[in-house]
């Protein structure tokens, strides 16, 4: 079975671009949730997905934005990109909103903006 | 605010023995609390999680360990082997959807 799926595995943006990152969870996992990854440190929280309805979100500035797919797929958009956007972006999905701890993660998107 | 945080940031063991990673954590209303291994290029992956009303869970040679009293959060890992060598974090579910990860501490295996 395929596990999480995320694209493009790495791009490099300049500042004041624009990025989409787009995560296709496993089959049947209905809730996608998005990481930052800054190197060296812990994954923070931007947002969860169930049911094609934001249900969380991290403290993030408004440039970030994501959407979830009727299929569960889900895009993470950056507007106006910042040297300090540059970091793994993950994404993760767990079959229910209220399901134990456990996320699946993809091996990431590595955004760089220069 | 919310935080989880770990003790050390490196630890380096030698092949055969026990490991133990702690974690320290300050939200109380944390569901669950959980343990994940990233390797380098790869995204973190589930080892095991314990509820917030247990102490201890035991999985295929690992251990967590839960005080509540003292927030405090512990990974035992058995007969450490060289695969075992990544960065674990700790993280925390918060209202079954929110999860929380900590910094992470590095482990090496060291043969």
């Known amino acids: 079975d395929a596990g999480v799926t995320q694209s493009p595995t790495h791009l490099i943006k300049t500042r004041g671009q624009q990025v989409t990152l787009r995560c296709s969870p496993i089959?049947?996992?209905?809730?996608v949730s998005w990481y930052q990854q800054v190197l060296g440190q812990g994954p923070q929280f931007i947002f969860q997905?169930?049911?094609?309805?934001?249900?969380g979100r991290g403290n993030f500035p408004d440039r970030f934005s994501a959407r979830q797919f009727p299929n569960y797929s889900s895009e993470l958009n950056v507007n106006a990109l910042l040297l300090g956007d540059s970091a793994l972006y993950l994404c993760?999905?767990?079959?229910?909103?209220?399901?134990?701890?456990?996320?699946?993660f993809g091996e990431g998107s590595r955004l760089t903006v220069l | 605010g919310e935080s989880v945080g770990l003790h050390l940031p490196t630890l380096s063991v030698q092949e055969g023995d026990n490991s133990i990673i702690n974690c320290a954590y300050s939200n109380s209303a944390s569901d669950y609390f959980i343990w994940y291994k990233q390797e380098s290029g790869k995204g973190p992956q589930f080892i095991i999680d314990?509820?917030?009303?247990?102490d201890k869970r035991q999985g295929q040679r690992v251990t967590v360990l839960l005080n509540k009293t003292v927030k405090h959060l512990s990974l035992q890992i058995a007969a450490t082997q060289p695969g075992d060598s990544a960065v674990y974090f700790c993280a925390e579910n918060i209202l079954g959807f929110k999860t929380i990860f900590g910094a992470g501490t590095r482990l090496f295996v060291k043969a």
């Open positions: 314990i509820r917030s009303n247990m």
């Open positions: 993760a999905s767990s079959p229910w909103i209220t399901d134990t701890g456990e996320l699946f």
């Open positions: 089959s049947g996992h209905k809730s």
């Open positions: 997905y169930y049911e094609k309805e934001e249900r």
